[in-house]
């Protein structure tokens, strides 16, 4: 009987190969680089199983590519906003995620935002690679503390709650905005409604997933709603934040500063957020550890094992 074949759009991990290759026959990518949209149709075609970046856009057209006999699509990230879920259940191919192993690496990756904003780490950095001449004085780049600030999470989930038990480490009040109270266990904080948490609060943080209802959350009229000494950090997704909306806001001084590791149209960065001062910015580095990065790629090829071995996958996609 022929073993499944199982199609990866990156090279992953020896770890994560060898698990997929005691169950099935893996094709690897022939570069190693992103695959266009055409080249990773070509790929696919015919694979039983699919492990793929949150780069790759999962649709009809790739799934028909595939053909009938795909069973499962792995996803090595959080989010799957790349995958239309839909278009695979009607086609009864399974969705998988990888949830839990990135959370503390991304909430380790927030708090190193926060401080390097608030306290103007990038910007100093620069300044000494560019040889200006400086001198320490009494109000010599000023930042700002952290607390007694309020830190306001836009969703509550493992993350946000990570972040929220780090933040209260450095004495900051923890409020949160998500569409139910938390569960029993979680950190304590302050449930409130949107538009009051954006505006009472000194660091905005983002941890919802990008579904229709929150794409350009973040926009201009939620940009004017905080306080003007404020800062936004995004470690969520970048289409949250409506970037054209936020240099608008950063120019006219609605907020005093962003740090972002997301973008809403990767690789790619607004321009006018790339010559400022008062923005830090990072390439998409919340998972960005080498044991994370592997933890995600050995928990995608569990996921796609489980399903063509006919098991429940460890963490599917609802």
Known sequence: MDRPRVVLSRRLPDAAVQLLADVADVVQPPVDRPLGAAELRAAVAGADALVCLLLDRVDDALLDA???????????????????????????????????????????????????????????????????????????????????????????????????????????????????????????????????????????????????????????????SMRAGAYLVNTARGPVVDEAALVAALEAGEIRGAALDVFEDEPAVHPGLVGRDDVLLTPHLGSATVQTREAMAVLAARNAAAVLGGQEPPTPVR
């Open 66 to 224: 595939a053909g009938p006999q795909l069973r499962v699509v792995a996803n090595i990230a959080v989010g799957y906003d790349n995958v239309d879920v839909e278009a695979c259940r009607r086609r009864g191919v399974r969705v998988t995620n990888t949830p839990g192993v990135l959370t503390d690496a991304t909430a380790d990756l927030t708090l190193a935002l926060l401080l390097g904003i608030t306290r103007r780490v990038g910007e100093g950095d620069r300044l000494l690679r560019a040889g200006r001449s400086w001198g320490w004085d009494l109000d010599f780049m000023l930042g700002t503390g952290l607390r007694g600030a309020r830190l306001g999470l836009v969703g509550y989930g493992a993350i946000g709650q990570a972040v929220a038990r780090r933040a209260a480490a450095f004495g900051m009040e923890v409020a949160y905005a998500a569409r139910r109270p938390a569960a029993d266990g979680a950190p304590p904080a302050e449930h409130l409604p949107l538009e009051e948490l954006l505006a009472g609060s000194d660091v905005v943080s983002l941890h919802c997933p990008l579904t229709p209802q929150t794409r350009h959350l973040v926009d201009a009229a939620a940009l004017r």
